[in-house]
């Protein structure tokens, strides 16, 4: 009986190393410590995010901040730093993933990984940031490209909820966040939606039933938010509450939505409700409202690149062309990319849009110093300049080239981040049974 027990023990014992080994290898890296000395990058090619390129510069860190960028005569670096060469290589302001769901899906297939929205059409009241996952396996992979903060969006139903802009490296999601609700996203209900036809085998056009009733319940909620606003009504009422922030100019309505009528329908919406703050997130036919866009400076966020042309009679690189169009055409414009697991070619769909026409240096603008400014951390993100944040990166190449990005260091707020990731993991796996063949 007592060895029976004994071996029972031991087989428990097993097991339970055999577990904590394989949720050890499934862990996603440590977050980095704190910066504790400051750190000299030099030589390197140093793009700023505002149209400037350093060559030969330094970059000095210090305390979480960047303290001094500029060329050897410029800076002075203190004895005690830590010099990092990174002569020929090139330095970026960490890239800036706007409208994302990473950290709130794991795996799409699985219901309970998934936490991108509540029931229910009109959700104002719900926060992303109380929802986002600082272990989740796709934070390593997504940042392995230089992509080292993100704003998290809620998605479903009418007003989906608030965002909130993350860092990609914390232990916890309090110690993630850069700003709580930095934006209200509204899925614009649609007069006419697109849908797959089987009789034709392909999408069309077809009428939203919902639609007046929708738009009824929207004008309903924005007016009595107003009405409780003006009269400074205290009684607690978390749906109206959480538009306040949008109608008093504090935050940006993301508004989502590919046809330019169902914006511009939003933008008379916005004027009648005193809203200041819009965004564009999609834009495919943003070109149509380029004059419109350029006088009352409102940004498109244009919702991923490598996609299927809108109709059937859309040329096929339309796509490709359209942030380089509304650049020309004096829009402001940011790049994202939709949906979780392909969020890290985020720099490669960049690298599209400027072999389309957009120049390389205000297409890095588009996914670093705009994407700050439209979350209202423009004087703490986006570029690499005196006084801001230390998260950047150095890459051996173009960043923005498959071949060229290849992260040789990253920093967020001056920590040097551990870039493994479980991608990595397996490609050094399974590469050293088969790479050698």
Known sequence: MRTETMKSGLRLASLGLLLSAGLAQALPPKPAPAQSQPVALIGGIVHVGNGQVLQNAQVLLRDGHI???????EVSIPAEAQRIDVSGQHVYPGLILLGSDLGL??????????????????????????????????????RYNGILTAQIAPEGGVISGRSATMQLDAWT???????????????????????????????QLKDNPEYGNQIAELESLFAQARGRLDSQDASPNLKLAALAAVLRGESRLFVRTEQAADFERAVRFAERHGIEQLAWYGGAEAMQLAPLLRARQIPVVIGGIHRTPQ???????????????LHEAGVTVAISYPGTMNARNLPFIVGTAIAYGVPAEAALGMVSQVPAQLLGLGDQLGTIEAGKRATLFVSAGDAFE????????????????????RQQQLYQRYHERYGAR
């Open 105 to 142: 899906v794991e795996v799409e297939a699985v219901r309970a990984t998934v936490d991108t929205a509540e029931l229910g059409s009109f959700n104002p009241n719900v926060r992303a940031a109380d929802a986002y996952n600082v272990d989740s396996e796709l934070i390593p992979v997504t």
């Open 402 to 421: 498959m071949s060229g990005n290849d992260l040789k260091l990253a920093f967020i707020n001056g920590r040097q981040i551990d870039l493994e990731g």
């Open 67 to 73: 303290e001094a960028v500029g060329s050897a005569a």
């Open 173 to 203: 999601a309090e110690d993630a966040l850069l700003r709580a609700d930095d934006g209200l996203w509204l899925n614009w209900p649609p007069v006419r939606a697109l849908q797959f036809d089987f009789a034709t085998f392909s999408l």
């Open 311 to 325: 109709y059937a009679d859309t040329p096929f690189d339309d796509p490709y062309r359209l942030a380089a169009q």
